[in-house]
């Protein structure tokens, strides 16, 4: 991959959410991406113009919805909308980030399940299937009524720390909160270490499960936005005689007051992918960012070729072999 991709029947298409994601996955293929034009009137109304023809071709919209949410998913109907009118012959959504998806129950009387409602709305816009990274919750593939892959950012970190040759009984891999425990599980079989869970409790602090006393911690999550559950477990870690803290973390939000938080937290690297994309100046001071784009890129293409996904899954992934 990286050579111009031969079949031009395959066309890849931006809108503002991650543009610089949307340029690697590009360039995986030695392509361009698609022409189009995303614009809004002075009342905030979204305008969407395609320019080159799309018809019989099987089109890829790349959109991660990270802030402004709303914004974003409203740009990602219209270009579904515009492209089923401009007579694609397949619209297929990546959606590197799937803002929503922790509303996906009921979890006090009379709540809205929002995420479904996200599915649906794709769905009866014109997606003919979805792409995305490291859902919050699994089950959301079920909220839809056409095909979803979820891929998996686990691999990806497990590369990175076994290349810092951070495995073994040295090392704990650690979920901040106990609903992460599969995430935790997965990461620590790929570095052959154990395994904690730190339980938060707004009313006692929380406590540590697991024994990390002298040892370096990994915590992995999904969802990093303000840094508040990765900061106070990594404080009741170190409270509990852990000798360093890291993290991994597949979405970086970063919402407002991340960096302050992360600054002044103890974790020594923070590391993430580039599912979402953030201004600078948000960025904590140690923080690493590790790309999905080739993983993402050689999905879009196991997809438009009809082969399997599952190498995707697997830590040999990396070399997409």
């Not at 802030?67 to 990546?94: F, G």
């Not at 407002?256 to 001071?285: F, G, Y």
């Amino acid at each position: 991959m990286g050579e111009s991709y031969k079949d031009s029947s395959l066309k890849i298409f931006s809108l503002n959410g991650n543009r610089p994601l949307a340029e690697k996955i590009a360039k995986v293929f030695g392509t361009e991406l698609g022409k189009s034009k995303v614009t809004q009137f002075s009342d905030g109304e979204i305008a969407i113009n395609i320019e080159e023809s799309v018809r019989g071709d099987h089109i890829f919209i790349i959109q991660s919805t990270n802030e402004p949410v709303n914004d974003h998913y409203l740009e990602l109907l219209i270009m579904i909308d515009a492209m089923k009118r401009a007579s694609a012959k397949t619209i297929n959504v990546v959606l590197p980030y799937y803002a929503y998806a922790r509303q996906d129950r009921t979890a006090n009387p009379h709540e809205p399940i929002t995420a479904k409602l996200i599915a649906n709305m794709l769905v009866e816009a014109g997606a003919t299937r979805i792409l995305t990274l490291d859902l919050h919750a699994v089950q959301v593939q079920g909220f839809f009524d056409i095909p979803v892959d979820n891929l998996f950012t686990i691999p990806l970190f497990a590369h990175y720390y076994r290349e810092k040759k951070m495995i073994g009984d040295e090392y704990v891999v650690v979920s901040p909160k106990n609903s992460g425990v599969q995430r935790t599980r997965s990461l620590a079989e790929y570095l052959d270490t154990a395994i904690a869970i730190v339980d938060q409790d707004e009313a006692d602090g929380g406590y540590v499960i697991g024994d990390v006393a002298g040892k370096k911690c990994i915590l992995v999550d999904d969802i990093l936005n303000t840094g508040k559950t990765l900061s106070k477990a990594a404080d009741l870690l170190k409270e509990a005689g852990a000798s360093e803290i890291y993290a991994c973390v597949s979405h970086a939000l970063l919402s407002p007051p991340a960096k302050d938080i992360l600054d002044q937290s103890v974790i020594e690297n923070i590391c993430v992918t580039d599912s979402c994309w953030t201004a600078e100046e948000r960025h904590p001071e140690r923080l690493s960012y590790l790309s999905c784009a080739e993983l993402m890129g050689e999905a879009v293409k196991r997809i438009h070729e009809n082969t399997p996904m599952s190498p995707l899954f697997r830590l040999e992934s990396k070399e997409y072999k």
